[in-house]
């Protein structure tokens, strides 16, 4: 089986449009939406139209990067909430609002495509459910040359602030445990819950990260002990 893994980058973007600034005082800039619904994960892309053409780049922004990021025009949609998107080229600015929904609360069933939901976890209550997960404690490195200790105590459930949704919470500290100088979290369902087919999805919210954190969704061969 094919593992994947996450990983989440925050970058400054620009793209660049091409003329004269001769024409700056006319120039008129034109998104292809004003106002657009995503749910949380989505991924949509506004197309911009700037004339007449100007060698001034046009600058993409977002007024919460909490709620929505902006890339080249691109929009990931983060947690919900609103906020506004913004593309300026020389000093000419027009805006999509953005506002994000909890993801699936416009479906009216549960399917996407061909496909149907046989199961999920939505960490409702307030403990994890062990017949599914199994909480990792080692400090082995996981084959990665990782610096934290896996503990239970670093795995809880609880509710996510902004949209009030149940949630798995995994906790990084800095502190000396086992040899090891900081802590942190990690659960797999091994044995409990395998697929051979299909599509896995889930919602996350990464916290912003400084050197040596890495958080990390994988996918792996339920086989992995015996084949490596």
């Known amino acids: 089986m094919l593992s994947f893994l996450l990983i989440i980058g925050i970058v400054t973007s620009m793209f660049s449009c091409q003329s004269s600034n001769n024409e700056a005082e006319s120039t008129k800039v034109i998104l292809s939406d004003n106002a657009i619904t995503l749910a949380v994960g989505d991924i949509h892309t506004l197309e911009v139209s700037v004339t007449p053409t100007s060698t001034q780049p046009v600058v993409w922004s977002s007024s919460n990067n909490d709620v929505a990021t902006v890339f080249y025009g691109k929009i990931t949609a983060k947690s919900v909430g609103t906020s506004t998107i913004t593309a300026e080229c020389n000093g000419i600015v027009d ?43 080692n400090g082995d490195g996981g084959g990665n040359n990782e610096l934290q200790y896996y503990r239970a105590e670093n795995v809880s459930v609880g509710e996510e ?52 954190i890495w958080p990390a969704f994988w996918m792996m061969g339920n086989d992995i002990s015996s084949i490596g």
């Open 95 to 137: 805006s999509c609002v953005v506002n994000i929904t909890i993801s699936g609360e416009n479906q009216e069933d549960e399917t996407i495509g061909e496909y149907s939901l046989v199961w999920s976890d939505e960490f409702n209550g307030t403990t994890l459910n062990k017949a599914v997960w199994n909480i990792e404690v």
């Open 161 to 212: 602030p902004i949209s009030g949704k149940g949630c798995l919470i995994l906790t990084a500290r800095k502190e000396n445990y086992g040899g090891k100088t900081a802590t942190s979290g990690r659960i797999n369902s091994r044995d409990n819950v395998t697929f051979t087919h299909g599509m896995i999805e889930a919602s996350i919210r990464i916290p912003h990260t400084a050197n040596g």
